[in-house]
């Protein structure tokens, strides 16, 4: 039995351009993989095995966020208002009851 080696398959996130091409719609839910790969970053991060959450602005101001173990999943687009009054209100305490067991 003869053995044709392949060729190596790209990786689709390290070929992919490090900006968005001209007048690409960027909207909630979409493919994280069709962002540019620079500039996520992890603003956090704790003890859960290296499932972090990571988020990116946008050149329009928007922040996108993502899950760091399905990079190319889907990314949700918040407004800078909206990020603000996230922040704001897990400052506040307003968020605890996502950590507490029912």
Request: net charge positive; proline share 10%; with cysteine.
């Amino acid at each position: 039995m003869s053995h044709i080696p392949r060729t190596p398959r790209p990786d689709r996130r390290a070929a992919r351009r490090s900006e968005l091409r001209p007048g690409r719609r960027i909207y909630n839910g979409m493919p994280a993989a069709d962002l540019p790969a620079d500039g996520w970053t992890k603003p956090w991060s704790g003890g859960n095995g290296g499932a972090c959450v990571e988020a990116m602005k946008l050149a329009d101001g928007r922040v996108a966020v993502r899950q760091s173990t399905d990079p190319d999943g889907p990314a949700l687009i918040y407004t800078p208002g909206e990020i603000a009054a996230f922040i704001q209100g897990a400052k506040a305490g307003k968020a605890d009851f996502l950590l507490t067991s029912t």
